[in-house]
């Protein structure tokens, strides 16, 4: 028979989309509170520090499922790089900043001072 050789990292990617979810929320938390271990996050996406208040907060909800992401979970997940914001444009550097073929001059025409 053979065996299933997956390794730890492809073990730890999220299984579903809650949990993709819930990795996403325990990143941030762990980001900002370094001593935190684990956090309980519920269907709504709610986080908590104690599993008790996770379930509590869950028995109000139509899906009563609890993820618990652990900070080890994370270290073996890889973290995708969101893009960032396009760089600010500089001035001289924007698409009315040119003189057009309309407007030669490089006035601006709906400035009534610029005549």
Do not use: C
């Amino acid at each position: 028979m053979a065996r299933n050789n997956k390794t730890a990292a492809a073990a730890a990617q999220p299984k579903t989309v809650q949990m993709s979810a819930a990795h996403k929320i325990a990143q941030g938390l762990f980001a900002s509170q370094n001593t935190l271990d684990e956090v309980h996050i519920t269907s709504d996406g709610t986080a908590f520090y104690t599993k008790s208040d996770a379930n509590n907060h869950a028995r109000t909800l139509k899906d009563k499922a609890v993820a618990t992401v652990k900070r080890s979970d994370l270290a073996a997940t890889p973290v995708k790089e969101e893009k960032s914001a396009p760089a600010p444009v500089k001035d001289g550097e924007g698409e009315n900043d040119n003189p057009t073929e309309d407007n030669e001059e490089g006035k601006d025409n709906d400035n009534p001072d610029n005549e």
